[in-house]
């Protein structure tokens, strides 16, 4: 079954929702607590797709994985960094999804202006940080039992990967949508392509 990267669309939602339900309803992974429907995942697509990329593994109309991008906070001297997110089919992990939905994002957050990815992971999660690290992010602090979650207090770490040096000032990050048509977005996509399994 041949694989391609590409920007999610509404149609995806409930292949999504199933790949993030269990996640959320049965693990610390997310510290969401109600898994979302697929009406609050195709909003989510949405709103995301204005700013940042949010993209999906197909596998001839099967959705693999999915990695997307949030603002990291919301004050306006934040707009430079990012929080990413990837979650893989749980049949699909292990064989390079992750790997390829991941860098291909981090490429196009680059080629958007952005200069900083930061990722927050439950703890413990040593699968996770070692796929982060692998990435090129580092480890940069922990916030200690600050989520309670499946009758427990949980730790989350956080991982920062670079994307750009810091320019002196900043060139204001372009949205996703001022690049899909250009040729630099398809040049990233397509070189994401060749990350996946054959």
Not at 18 to 41: D, N, Q, R
Not at 70 to 89: E, F, I, K, L, N
Request: aromatic fraction near 10%; charge should be negative.
């Amino acid at each position: 079954m041949s694989a391609r990267l590409r920007l999610a669309t509404i149609e995806d939602a409930e292949q999504i929702r199933a790949i993030y339900a269990p996640i959320v309803g049965e693990t610390i992974i997310s510290f969401e607590t109600e898994p979302p429907t697929a009406e609050e995942i195709a909003a989510r697509i949405t709103g995301t797709l204005e700013r940042l990329p949010w993209l999906v593994c197909d596998a001839a109309g099967e959705v693999l994985g999915y990695a997307y991008a949030s603002g990291h906070r919301s004050r306006p001297a934040y707009r430079w960094a990012v929080d990413v997110s990837t979650y893989v089919r749980e049949d699909a992990r292990r064989g390079g999804v992750g790997r390829a939905l991941y860098l291909t994002l981090l490429e196009l957050l680059a080629l958007q202006g952005y200069v900083a990815a930061y990722a927050g992971i439950a703890l413990p999660n040593p699968g996770s940080v070692r796929f982060h690290e692998a990435l090129g992010f580092s480890a940069v602090g922990i916030y200690r039992q600050v989520g309670y979650k499946l009758g427990a207090w949980h730790d989350v770490g956080w991982w920062q990967r670079e994307l750009w040096k810091r320019p002196q000032p900043p060139h204001e990050p372009r949205t996703a949508a001022q690049l899909w048509h250009e040729s630099a977005w398809r040049e990233v996509l397509a070189a994401g392509n060749e990350l996946l399994p054959g």
